[in-house]
């Protein structure tokens, strides 16, 4: 296999090196079809995935399903002392992205030969793989979690037992360019190993 590490000439390490999160509100339809989502689950399944435990899933909400949604939003918004004005905002954002997916891990922590924080990592490089399909295939995305991802009512209707929600993907069609947040800075983040002399 030819190395391209020219991202010009590299359309994979092009997509990888241009991908920024796309908040909602920049977003329009059509998010991804079933056959495009299926793609992007196939990616995230390309991740390393220690003892073969893939432990995540993605749940996607259907435009029918907001309203259910946002009422459980909405629960978390009373029990969480928010003014009426706040709650009419967390049921808005039920409604966030024309396509959304809840994002969920599961952890067990009895796997002697791979332990949470390994587990954690192919959750985490599962959800990037994701994230980086759907970019890859033009559309704008971001995970967005915050407090109620650990709500009661929420974390049932998305959860079995032994599961943790992550957090909910918007996908959609960008209405603007994508913009990185700050200057990526490789220096601090590779070294040579400074080995213990003998
Ligand atoms: C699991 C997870 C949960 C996140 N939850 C939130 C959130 O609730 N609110 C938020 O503003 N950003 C959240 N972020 C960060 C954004 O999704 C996004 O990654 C961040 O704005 C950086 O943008 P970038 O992906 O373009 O680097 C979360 C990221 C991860 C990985």
């Not at 259910?68 to 709650?87: H, N, P, Y």
Request: hydrophobic share 40%; net charge negative.
């Amino acid at each position: 296999m030819t190395v391209h590490t020219d991202a010009a000439h590299n359309a994979a390490l092009a997509a990888l090196l241009s991908r920024h999160s796309l908040g909602p509100r920049w977003m329009v339809a059509p998010g991804p079809n079933d056959e495009e989502l299926k793609l992007a689950v196939q990616a995230a399944l390309r991740a390393p995935n220690h003892g073969r435990l893939e432990p995540w899933r993605a749940v996607v909400i259907s435009s029918e399903q907001r309203p259910a949604l946002a009422d459980l939003f909405e629960q978390f918004a009373r029990t969480s002392g928010k003014s009426e004005e706040e709650v009419a905002i967390e049921r808005e954002r039920a409604f966030n992205g024309p396509v959304l997916l809840a994002w969920i891990a599961r952890i067990d922590d009895t796997v002697a030969k791979v332990p949470p924080h390994e587990q954690w990592i192919c959750v985490g490089g599962a959800f990037a793989n994701f994230m980086n399909a759907v970019h890859a295939m033009g559309y704008g995305a971001k995970i967005l979690s915050g407090r109620k991802c650990q709500h009661p009512a929420i974390v049932r209707a998305f959860c079995e037992e032994g599961e943790q929600l992550v957090g909910f993907i918007c996908v959609g069609t960008a209405t603007r360019e994508l913009e990185p947040r700050e200057k990526d800075e490789v220096g601090p983040r590779l070294s040579a190993w400074n080995s213990p002399t003998s």
